[in-house]
């Protein structure tokens, strides 16, 4: 079974700063799929990044990027110039890849990010 | 519009009672699922069903039925509810991962407390 660990149960970061959360995995899969996702106070989950296994190149999207390290089983998520809607739970998520059908999320425990004015 | 809805958002009952939990989407995917958050924010999986097939059955309580009448509907019914059934449940959905990415799509969650 496939497990995931996110090491930092709370970080704080001023406003405009950089931080990374951190997130490794655990799993004898080669193909697979890892995702970050940010829940805000609201409690929506909203998906903030994705990364397929098989890419080397890491995923970027606007201020979020990954550190995608396969043989080391890592996921880091980097947040630049945070801002103050930044601050939620983030969670990192591993999904196995399956030909029939979708096989559900198995998620890490979430790290409360706070972003300070 | 939205994409994945649920009702009711919250859910105030007394243990012993049945209710249940309401979901749609209208992205034309062919799973959905129920995920379980517990009081300290631990998602876990319950059920996903694949075109209103059970897929996946996690080890859940019999008290816990789900119903997928189409594709876009997955409801969550609930028997004898107890103190730790308290929680936030979320439907999700996702296309099928031959088509994309398999990423999931999630309702706004059901808050349910059990007196």
């Known amino acids: 079974a496939q497990t995931v660990t996110q090491s930092q149960p709370e970080m704080s970061v001023q406003e405009a700063e950089t931080v990374t959360l951190s997130c490794t995995y655990d799993?004898?899969?080669?193909?697979?799929?890892l995702f970050w996702y940010k829940q805000p106070p609201s409690r929506q989950m909203i998906l903030v990044i994705r990364?397929?296994?098989?890419?080397?190149q890491n995923a970027t999207e606007n201020r979020f990027s990954v550190n995608f390290q396969k043989a080391a089983k890592s996921f880091s998520l980097k947040i630049s110039d945070s801002q103050l809607g930044d601050t939620a739970m983030y969670f990192c998520?591993?999904?196995?890849?399956?030909?029939?059908?979708?096989?559900?999320?198995?998620f890490g425990k979430g790290t409360r990010l706070s972003v300070i004015a | 519009d939205t994409a994945v809805s649920q009702t009711p958002k919250y859910l105030v009952t007394q243990m012993g009672n049945d209710k249940s939990i309401k979901c749609e989407q209208n992205?034309?995917?062919?799973?959905m699922y129920w995920y379980k958050q517990d009081s300290k924010k631990f998602l876990k999986i319950m059920f996903s069903?694949?075109?209103?097939?059970?897929?996946i059955n996690e080890t859940v309580p019999n008290r816990f039925s789900p119903k997928s009448p189409d594709k876009a509907h997955l409801n969550l019914h609930i028997n004898s509810l107890e103190l730790g059934d308290s929680a936030v449940y979320f439907c999700?959905?996702?296309?099928?991962?031959?088509?994309?990415?398999?990423?999931?799509?999630f309702g706004p969650g059901t808050r349910l407390t059990v007196t």
């Open positions: 999700a959905s996702s296309q099928d991962q031959l088509a994309g990415y398999g990423e999931q799509y």
């Open positions: 998520a591993f999904m196995k890849p399956s030909f029939s059908g979708n096989t559900p999320l198995v």
């Open positions: 799993t004898s899969e080669n193909n697979y799929y």
């Open positions: 069903y694949n075109n209103k097939e059970l897929i």
């Open positions: 992205l034309g995917h062919d799973t």
């Open positions: 990364q397929e296994a098989y890419k080397q």
